[in-house]
């Protein structure tokens, strides 16, 4: 037995790799060796984290109970383990960058049970999942998953507040603004109150750590509470299964749960689990591009994706359908969404969205007698204008297979389905289900009102964005919330679970003490350069133009801008960034590179490294904040300028301000 470990010693040593066994405490390391994972076996199975001289995770139990009180990971016996070390590199077609390096090293444990545990250590976080291997189906009761800290951190967490159904904390739209607490208030917030993933706590040394989950299939997402003890941790909690179902909801346009059962799943008995997930940042930047949960979801189950197209959408709802100096009456009517393809040909937008009221909503098979769908989809085709459907879910599930083939063939390119606002198994697995049929048809799916992305945007790519953020719709209600800072918090939480239909591009742009809600004329907080820095700093393969077009005729040179700023990319760089303050981030695609920096409502200076840039000379079309942005948040200033990769260039960040640009080689 010495011989065998000390062989495999030998043969991990160069990879970072160490695997000891020592009254059953195994430690696996990253590949950088800066990322240490302890797995303790025996009474309590438990993990802990540690990067470099930074305590991440204490020892924190985690545990499967299932029916008949059997505990995965109470008093766990190894009966056999395993090491290995990957670096390989995955294809990635539609998403932030062409190709994800995935590089790990390993450690499986196969307990005594028939299940066992596999971790994963990164060198910029850990992972781990549970797997079993039983015969027939097996009942789920609960899943322990704690994240004990050595102190009581500072953390940002978004919690559960638009409770749909007030007897059931589980039904959420899942969007919501992050609050800084000591990690001993979790539970102070509110009573009952739930928060959701991701989340950040601060741990020593101003390092940070992200909490996530990827590869939720067949089973419910997982939510966060705090501790009801005095250590300071959050603990997992998870919807249980519906037991019954009734319409309810926005228009009932929902199916809400009266009554759960006992057990949060019930599954296969042979299979993983989902990964649970811990991301450590050293500098705040690096959370701005992390491919964690991309690299830890199942990979994908459509062998050819040449027809998954992303693109922009030229959207309505937002804009209230407002357009003006016309020779109709606007509305959700032919003629607006002739206008709106005539729009998107003009500006090469590829598609448009036919939002709420285009048909029914109890009866999706139904179009209203003032849209001529079919008139609709010839007319995009002969522009080169694809049109995508909105969805309730409740609707679309109902009649899933009758709409996606009706609709396919009359030539629809997908659907922003909306409402689900649910992660429990049932409507996880339908969010599979949506995806899977969909792709049968070779159809878009754009999830809103919808939990945070896991993973199933990899898994099946026709899935190009998700809501699961408090996005720029909540501009036309909510006149208190601290927007700009919410916007340079995200890329560092929210975008790392995933792409985020956050809907950017307003043309009326407000400075703080002018912004007001306003449905048919909504507005941003923030300046323009902030709206046009999203279309970088944001991902998102399917993104939306919030704005209507006749706003954005107004402004041709913003318009301009966005329209050329693609959606998918070959290459992304962060370049600068601090939680709830500020972020710079540069993509690549092809020999053009886009760049974007936003700012909280604080004014600031910034200088950005253009080292990034390939040999030889650029010309690079930007976007500043103007020097009267301060009073009137629509002034800008666009200037051409040349520029080399040895340049390091000072741009200045209005209140709420932006910066944008588009860098391309000169000929």
């Not at 007030?166 to 009952?192: A, G, H, Q, R, W």
């Amino acid at each position: 037995m010495k011989q065998k470990l000390f062989l495999l010693f030998c043969l991990f040593s160069t990879s970072s790799l160490t695997w000891a066994q020592s009254s059953s405490v195994y430690h696996v390391k990253s590949p950088d060796g800066k990322l240490d994972l302890t797995v303790q076996t025996g009474a309590v199975l438990s993990w802990s984290v540690q990067h470099e001289a930074t305590p991440v995770l204490a020892p924190s139990p985690i545990s499967l109970t299932l029916s008949g009180g059997e505990v995965l990971g109470k008093n766990a016996v190894v009966e056999n383990s395993k090491t290995a070390s990957v670096n390989t590199t995955i294809a990635a077609p539609i998403y932030k960058k062409s190709k994800v390096t995935d590089n790990y090293n390993q450690l499986t444990l196969d307990l005594k049970g028939k299940y066992g545990l596999i971790v994963r250590a990164y060198n910029e976080g850990a992972a781990y999942r549970f797997f079993t291997k039983r015969k027939g189906q097996i009942t789920v009761v609960n899943e322990d998953v704690a994240f004990n800290f050595t102190a009581d951190h500072a953390a940002l967490i978004p919690f559960v507040r638009d409770l749909r159904v007030p007897t059931d904390m589980y039904i959420s739209s899942f969007e919501s603004l992050y609050t800084p607490l000591k990690l001993s208030e979790v539970n102070k917030v509110k009573k009952d109150t739930l928060a959701f993933l991701p989340a950040l706590v601060t741990i020593g040394d101003n390092k940070k750590a992200v909490f996530l989950e990827a590869d939720v299939e067949d089973y419910p997402g997982m939510m966060l509470k705090g501790a009801t003890q005095a250590t300071p941790s959050l603990h997992s909690e998870f919807a249980r299964y519906p037991a019954e179902e009734k319409a309810g909801g926005f228009h009932n346009m929902q199916l809400v749960v009266p009554k759960r059962e006992s057990y949060i799943a019930k599954t296969s008995g042979t299979r993983s689990f989902p990964w649970r997930i811990v991301v450590v940042g050293a500098n705040d930047k690096d959370l701005a591009n992390n491919d964690m949960v991309f690299k830890l979801a199942a990979p994908s189950r459509i062998k050819d994706v040449s027809w998954i197209k992303p693109g922009k959408v030229a959207w309505d709802w937002w804009n209230d359908w407002n357009i003006s100096h016309v020779d109709f009456k606007a509305g959700i009517n032919t003629p607006t969404y002739k206008y709106y393809i005539d729009f998107a040909a003009a500006n090469k937008i590829e598609y448009i969205i036919l939002d709420e009221g285009w048909s029914e909503e109890t009866d999706i098979l139904k179009i209203s007698p003032n849209v001529d769908l079919a008139e609709l989809l010839a007319y995009g085709k002969q522009k080169n204008v694809g049109i995508i459907l909105w969805a309730n879910w409740r609707s679309i599930n109902e009649k899933m297979d009758a709409a996606y083939a009706q609709y396919a063939k009359l030539g629809v390119k997908g659907f922003k389905i909306d409402f689900l606002d649910r992660d429990d198994q049932k409507m996880v697995v339908s969010s599979y289900t949506l995806a899977q049929k969909a792709a049968d048809y070779k159809l878009l799916v754009d999830f809103h009102g919808m939990h945070k992305p896991d993973g199933l945007s990899r898994t099946y790519p026709n899935v190009l964005n998700y809501e699961g953020v408090k996005g720029l719709e909540n501009n036309k209600w909510t006149p208190n919330d601290d927007v700009p800072r919410y916007d340079v918090t995200l890329p560092f939480i929210r975008m790392m679970a995933g792409p985020m239909d956050y809907t950017p591009g307003a043309m009326r742009n407000a400075i703080k003490s002018e912004f007001r809600p306003n449905n048919s004329k909504p507005m941003s907080q923030g300046t323009r350069c902030h709206q046009l820095a999203m279309y970088v700093v944001f991902e998102a393969p399917l993104q939306m133009m919030a704005d209507n077009p006749t706003a954005y005729l107004k402004e041709p040179e913003s318009t301009d801008f966005i329209a050329k700023v693609p959606t998918t990319f070959d290459q992304t760089v962060a370049l600068d960034g601090k939680v709830g303050e500020y972020v710079a981030l540069a993509r690549q695609k092809g020999d053009t590179w886009y760049v974007g920096a936003m700012s909280n409502w604080d004014p600031r200076e910034m200088t950005l490294d253009l080292s990034f840039l390939g040999t030889g000379s650029y010309e690079a079309v930007i976007f500043q904040d103007g020097l009267n942005a301060d009073r009137d948040a629509t002034d800008y200033k666009r200037e051409v300028r040349k520029v080399t990769a040895q340049d390091k260039i000072k741009i200045n960040l209005s209140n709420g301000g932006g910066w944008a640009a588009r860098i391309y080689p000169t000929r």
